[in-house]
């Protein structure tokens, strides 16, 4: 199926191709009506053949359905086989200790596990003296790590629901204590030409710091039914983390994009902002682009950007995908779209396709969805652009915190489980703006 669709998107791509080819040869003119209806069609139909390969990605395990029963997991109706384990991948799962022990703890509780068992998941520190964190729902002083299986199914399912995750910078700390990170701008300082026996003369440099704090985020609680925990086959692993990982995921995009800073994340488009970097649609005109933009828009956004970190790796455009389907409707003064996705560029001369991902680039820059930002509408900030790498997220080596409740739900037959991550965000700026955000007009 997924194929299918591409091999259809490819097949769009040339019929647009021959649209705009049939136009150049006729002297450059724009689009008639029929060629318009029939292009803005073509591109409506591989918008969302683009939204549905992602979607055959993200939901992979969940076409796997074999079994018509249905059950309510999390206040979400899944298909009791979504998450069934094959006798060979339960066999897989069970030679590693980590991973045996971590479900059944899941399953069973701490108590369920023997001395070995608690051996292979508590962090020991590194003077001997015994456990020093306090992630057990039993003790104050012991804790139990998450397998790098577990781990790595809670982070994609954080990721799906991103736009900051895995393009944004991340450091790891040991601890939750403040962390300071210091900046220096020394952009207006020159060196100068000095005279025979003259003294050098002295310039300070200007150093200053951003503290990154540890806020607690909360998936808040999930409830389990008995009936699956009984189920040996029955990967609740899997479940546990896409459930528990798409929570925390959206917690965090969200703080990570518009996060005030106050007893929270600071967001990238609050950071932004209170570097005063912005440029508003129309240049600041009143005459009124409230939720569209221009092609110059976007162009004086990307320089608004020093080139020092307009043409780094790491330079993005991001938006929400209101503004994409604008982007996508733009036109030139003889009607035909700048957009063209596929096989030729987007934007003309302006851009490229992304050959590894086939995503057409703007301004040759890549760009990403984050549908935490605002949507185009009077004075929102609809748009970034800037060095991503810039934008720090700390982030805790202890990782994902997951806690198992059982006696509070007992009498209805379920089990709670419930994560926890600490995480900070900010914008490291030193007075160069690294990172520029557009603003619609008032009015």
């Known amino acids: ?55 055959d990605h993200v939901n992979e395990t969940q076409r796997r359905l074999a079994s018509p029963d249905r059950i309510l997991v999390g206040g979400v109706e899944w298909a009791q086989d979504t998450f069934r384990l094959s006798p060979a991948d339960k066999r897989m799962r069970d030679r590693d200790p980590h991973e045996r022990a971590f479900a059944k703890y899941l399953r069973n509780g701490a108590a369920s596990l023997d001395a070995d ?32 299986g577990f781990s790595a199914m809670l982070e994609e399912a954080k990721k799906w629901f991103g736009g900051i995750a895995g393009v944004v910078d991340k450091f790891i700390t040991d601890s939750g204590n403040p962390w300071p990170w210091p900046t220096v701008n020394d952009t207006t300082n020159k060196g100068r030409i000095v005279g025979l026996n003259t003294q050098v003369t002295e310039t300070d440099i200007a150093f200053n710091q ?15 039914p008995l009936a699956l925990l009984e189920d040996s086959y029955f990967d609740l692993n899997a479940l546990v983390a896409r459930l528990l990982g798409t929570r925390l995921g959206r917690l965090y995009n969200w703080k990570c994009t518009t996060g ?15 570097a005063g970097s912005i440029y508003v649609a129309g240049g600041g005109s009143t005459s009124g682009e409230t939720a569209t933009v221009t092609y110059n828009d976007l162009v004086e956004l990307e320089h608004k950007v020093d080139p020092s970190y307009r043409y780094n790796p790491a330079s993005y455009f991001m938006f929400s995908d209101s503004m994409l389907k604008i ?6 003064g003889n009607g035909r779209p700048l957009w063209q996705p596929g096989l030729s560029a987007s934007f003309r001369e302006g851009a490229v396709v992304d050959l590894p991902t086939g995503k057409p ?44 409740l059982a006696e509070r739900y007992a009498d209805y037959l379920q089990v709670g489980y419930t994560a926890f991550q600490r995480f900070d965000s900010n914008l490291i700026d030193a007075g160069t703006h690294p990172v520029a955000v557009l603003q619609q007009s008032a009015s």
Do not use: W
């Open 327 to 332: 982007l996508k409707k733009l036109v030139d």
């Open 117 to 148: 068992e608690q051996a292979v998941m508590r962090f020991v520190s590194n003077d001997g003296l015994g456990i020093k964190n306090a992630q057990t729902e039993t003790t104050t002083g012991g804790g139990y790590i998450i397998p790098t």
């Open 260 to 274: 005030t800073g106050t007893n929270e994340p600071t967001g990238i488009v609050t950071a932004a902002v209170a």
């Open 1 to 55: 199926m997924f194929y299918s669709k591409k091999a259809r998107r490819d097949q769009i791509a040339h019929e647009l191709q021959q649209i705009i080819n049939r136009c150049e040869r006729q002297g450059c003119r724009g689009l008639n009506s029929a060629e318009r209806e029939k292009f803005n069609k073509l591109a409506d139909e591989d918008s969302s053949l683009e939204v549905a390969i992602t979607m």
């Open 361 to 404: 680039t703007i301004l040759d820059h890549p760009y990403m969805i984050n549908q935490d930002m605002d949507a185009p509408a009077a004075s929102k900030y609809s748009a970034l652009f800037g060095d991503m790498s810039t934008f720090k997220v700390r982030e805790l080596r202890s990782g994902t915190t997951v806690m198992r």
């Open 210 to 224: 951003v503290t990154f704090n540890a806020y607690i985020g909360s998936s808040d609680l999930v409830l389990v």
